[in-house]
């Protein structure tokens, strides 16, 4: 029987994950996919907001602003990497400017560090490439931007070396109290017992409640941000990360430097049925181009390498809901958690640990630190490149040509922690793909090492979640 039982791991699941591993407490954390956070905290904007943008009051605007301060600590804790940007916040029009004094004003009551207003010079002194007939701007000195798929993939990988298990591939299928604990069925069939639940499934958190709650006293309505991603020959262009004045469908379309040197720039926010459905679309990305002339007419969209789209998890009850069931004792809610939920996600952790579950007994001594990860061989000096070729000799093999990744890399990346096998799993842990060919050379090498290191048939090998093969049939057949 475990104390807890977590369902979802993305950022949310994850952080918790770690944070509850400083217990003596037995937990398990389930994911329906085949790998970690494979949903929101996998496509967003990967900003650490300052917490300037949450109305003042709201759990958001508080945990945000801890949060970001959190992530200088995880930075150092789990060696996740996190580029301190800052941000502007940049008015276009006469009409939206005095949207700059109240935006300050907020920032200061919600605790943002050293807001202040810049002029237009100043702006453009920091930003040559911004919009010239900008007005004034807002400077956010403690903006960051993050990795946010390697964040939860290393708080996973710390709560599993402190104790914690973690199954994937499992599905939550029900619910049930049973006076004293939970039975959760997975998949159908399986059954898992567990003193508490945690249900921080994203998106699908409404759906995961009702379950067990007739009354699930939020809904969530999906809202999908699709973007561009632009290589990372752009580096340099902008440094700040830029958004335009807020408006009723959110923070807007923004530029953001990504921590490998390639920009992003969007999203867009369209409230759609479907949970799951984060495609692009001609729409969306047109609109992107419309908006973001605003921030900037020099943005090189021709260097574009990728577009994706993610879906945000917006609720009815407008702030994140963390709370105990009131109907089921020990059963946690941890829903609605739209943006910033990234930036909040450690200070959630703690928030519900401390504030909502209420634990009160010490906590381990022996709570083992994470590890550092090794240097990637592309940023190592000659002379120790060769040397780990003399050790390892599939290091001298580069397989992405456009990231420089090695063999080597790949097989760790497979083989690291709980294992991956997909083409997207290894292009997430090692770059392999990540780069302007977006894959289209080294993905078919990619292939043939996941298969061999894992013992599969090429055929089985998926590009992403279940069933999504790459090879489908053959194209030629020898008579
Ligand atoms: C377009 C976009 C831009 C954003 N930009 C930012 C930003 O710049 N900064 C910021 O702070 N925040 C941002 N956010 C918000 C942030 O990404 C999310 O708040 C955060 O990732 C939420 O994490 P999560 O763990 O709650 O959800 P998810 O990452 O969606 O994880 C939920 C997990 O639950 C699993 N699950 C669901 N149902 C079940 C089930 N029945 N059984 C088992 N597992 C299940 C899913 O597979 C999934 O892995 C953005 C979000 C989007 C979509």
New binding site residues.
């Given amino acids: 029987m475990y104390d807890y039982t977590i ?7 994850t952080m918790i994950a770690r944070e509850l591993s400083k217990f003596h407490k037995k937990i398990l954390i ?4 085949n790998d970690v ?13 300052s917490g300037h943008d949450p109305k003042e009051g709201t759990l958001k605007a508080r945990l945000c602003v801890l949060g970001n301060a959190l992530y200088d600590e995880l930075e150092q804790e789990l060696h996740i990497p996190l580029l301190k940007t800052g941000a502007l916040v940049i008015s276009t029009d006469p009409d939206e400017d005095e949207m700059i004094d109240i935006l300050f004003e907020r920032a200061l009551k919600n605790g943002v560090k050293n807001p202040k207003i810049l002029m237009r010079d100043e702006v453009l002194a920091l930003e040559p490439k911004l919009n010239p007939n900008l007005i004034r701007a807002l400077s956010l000195p403690s903006t960051k931007v993050t990795y ?1 798929w390697e964040v939860a993939l290393s708080c996973l990988e710390h709560a599993h070396q402190n104790g914690v298990e973690f199954q994937k591939n ?4 029900g619910i049930k109290f049973m006076g004293d604990m939970y039975h959760i069925e997975i998949n159908f069939k399986d059954l898992i017992l567990s003193k508490s639940v945690i249900n ?5 958190s409404d ?2 409640a009702n379950l067990i709650e007739s009354d699930v006293p939020y809904q969530i309505y999906p809202r999908k ?1 699709e973007y561009f991603v632009l290589d990372r020959r752009v580096k340099g262009l902008f440094n700040h990360v830029i958004y335009p004045i807020p408006g009723p469908a959110g923070k807007g379309v923004l530029i953001v430097p990504q921590v490998h040197g390639n920009i992003l720039v969007g ?1 867009t926010s369209i409230i759609q049925m479907e949970k799951d459905l984060a495609s692009t679309t001609k729409h969306g990305l047109e609109k992107i181009k419309v908006e973001s002339r605003k921030l900037s007419h020099d943005i090189p969209f021709d260097m574009t390498i990728r577009s994706f ?5 917006t609720s009815s009850f407008e702030d994140f809901y963390i709370q105990e069931s009131k109907v089921y004792p020990q059963f946690y809610h ?1 829903a609605g ?9 450690p200070a959630i952790a703690k928030y519900l640990i401390d504030e909502v579950i209420k634990i009160k007994e010490p906590q381990k001594e022996n709570w083992i630190p994470y590890p550092k990860k090794p240097e990637a061989f592309f940023h190592l000096d000659r002379m120790e490149q060769l040397d780990l070729i003399k050790a390892y000799p599939k290091h001298g093999k580069i397989i992405c040509k456009c990231e420089k990744i090695t063999e080597q890399e790949i097989i760790h990346a497979i083989h690291r922690g709980f294992g991956c096998d997909t083409i997207k799993g290894i292009k997430k842990r090692a770059r392999a793909g990540a780069g302007l060919c977006q894959g289209g050379y080294c993905e078919p090498e990619v292939l043939k090492i996941i298969a061999k290191e894992t013992k599969q048939d090429l055929k089985d090998i998926n590009y992403y979640a279940k069933n999504t093969p790459i090879l489908v049939k053959e194209t030629k057949v020898k008579s």
């Fill in positions: 369902i979802g791991a993305g950022i949310i699941g389930l994911d329906k996919e956070a494979n949903h929101q905290t996998t496509a967003n904007s990967a900003i650490i907001h946010p499992a599905l939550v299928t921080a499934s994203g998106v699908f759906q995961v941000g999203p789209a993610g879906i945000r998890a941890v958690i739209d943006s910033p939920g990234l930036t909040a996600a």
